[in-house]
């Protein structure tokens, strides 16, 4: 694969399910070496975003590049690129967890012995133990060692933190960074621990009712977006909604709250302009960005629907 050739392509992927559009039209570029976090609520399409890349799903209409292979005929040759652990685990029950990575190791060429035991020693987990024996959450910690093992190009990981208390779950997600994310080595995580993912990822999407409504690096996103508490001692100028950078102007008791997405040095010129104007700049965690944007969906969705 050519070094400028991203981890992940698709162009207008499409997925239906039963008359029900899963994901709609997503057009998503993952650069290689990135750590890229999928967010969205539940119902979002995540989870049938990483299917389909792996071909566990098949598209409705669209197209599917991984490792700059077709994700759809080169499958196969796909999967053997890729580590995988899903949201749910499912096992034998019976199985042991060594016989599990016996199997594997027979499966991939690649696969890393020594980075297994070791993670299976970090993680306190007992080789000799059957799988229905497992915890939750050592299930999870089962999954993720089954997916870093055959040391893959590209490591998708669907709510890695199930199951297990926050101090196990940073644990994991840095080592995972650590050790797996750099140079041409992607990670694709979806999951709800935004705090979480704000401490590792270098890229995040946003997924609203299956479309790709945001991607962008993290830190040019946390930079750009900012609120601003304006305090007017009379009317607000009657265009504020349409400054540049404006999404939303909302209430907050005597006060106005600003949503901003760039654009902030010019909005502060125009409110100095402004007399008697008090304000202040807030910054806006990943958590407060995902939130505000899902809310002007959901916003913009009623309108369409009401017309």
Known sequence: ????????????????????????????????????ALLGPNGAGKTTTIKLLLNLLQPTAGEIRVLGLDAVKDSVAVRRKVGYQAETQRFYPRVRVEELFCLCRSLYPRWNTERVTRYCRIFELPPHARVGELSKGKLTLLALVLAVGPEPELLLLDEPGTGLDPLRRRQVLQLLVEEMAGGDRTIIISSHQLQDVERIADRVGFLFRGKLILSRPLEQLLGEEKKVRVL?????????????????????GSHLLISLSGH????????????????EVLDQTLEDVFVEYAAGEEASRDVVEHD
């Open 232 to 252: 007017f001692p009379g009317s607000p100028p009657a265009d504020l909604p349409g400054w540049p950078g404006v999404r939303r102007v909302t209430r907050e």
């Open 1 to 36: 694969m050519a070094m400028s050739e991203p981890a992940v392509l698709t162009c207008d992927l499409t997925k239906i399910f039963g008359g029900q559009t899963a994901v709609d039209g997503l057009d998503l570029e993952v650069p290689r070496g990135s750590v890229f």
């Open 264 to 279: 902030l040095d010019e909005v502060l010129g125009r409110l100095n302009r402004c007399e008697g104007v008090a304000f």
